[in-house]
């Protein structure tokens, strides 16, 4: 199984952190933000990795290199301008290969076993699904949710909404109608085939922090240090 790190992003609520530095690489607890992605991935046995980045990509592609140090062989899908979540996963399909895959965004925190994502893609093809997403208690900035998980299955609408962590796998068939190149998001994409009712999902109760502001990196970070 593969993985993609989405390092695409601008940070504009993290200036002014991200004017000099990419937001993945931005530190907490000792160490950048996709390092710790890097490590869990490797402990998992999920060691090829692909990254997209565009805003100060360079600085992403000299700090990891090849990934060798992690215990994962990186490859990287650069983006002239930031192609959005589904533009940017569509742009890299060719190096994520024909089976389902998983994603994660490169500026949260997450303590989740990506083992099970492994399973996750397994079900996913048997049941002949296009993506099985992470969902997490909403958090206070983000307090209506943004998905409902009716057993397994996820639905854009309904009472009692969780938050997508940022986490999914997908199958490379969910972005067919993507034009590679092109910004597109994601969220329509998944609500579509959530009507189809090709879209599982999870309840994860683990620690999960998105960091969108220096405060909540500055927060998270006292937390690792206790």
Aim: charged share 20%.
């Amino acid at each position: 199984m593969r993985a993609m790190i989405l390092a695409a992003g601008r940070g504009e609520r993290m200036r002014p952190l991200t004017d000099h530095t990419p937001k993945p690489l931005l530190k907490v607890g000792g160490k950048s933000l996709i390092v710790w992605h890097l490590e869990r991935l490797a402990k998992a046995g999920i060691t090829e990795v692909v990254i997209n980045h565009a805003h100060l990509g360079e600085q992403i592609e000299k700090s990891l290199g090849n990934g060798q140090q992690w215990g994962v062989s990186i490859q990287y899908s650069p983006e002239q301008v930031a192609l959005e979540t589904a533009g940017g996963i569509a742009n890299a399909l060719p190096l994520l290969g024909q089976e389902a895959f998983l994603v994660v965004n490169g500026d949260i925190y997450i303590d989740i076993d990506f083992a099970n994502c492994k399973i996750n893609a397994v079900n996913v093809v048997n049941a002949k699904q296009l993506a099985h997403l992470v969902l997490v208690n909403n958090p206070k900035q983000h307090v209506v949710g943004d998905f409902v998980l009716n057993g397994r299955l996820v639905s854009s609408d309904g009472p009692e909404k969780l938050t997508f962590s940022g986490v999914g796998v997908y199958h490379p068939s969910l972005f067919e109608h993507v034009e590679k190149g092109q910004p597109a998001k994601l969220a329509p994409i998944l609500r579509d085939a959530m009507l189809e009712n090709q879209v599982s999902g999870e309840y994860f109760q683990g620690e999960w922090h998105d960091i969108g502001t220096p405060e909540r990196l500055y927060a998270l970070g006292q937390q690792l240090l206790k």
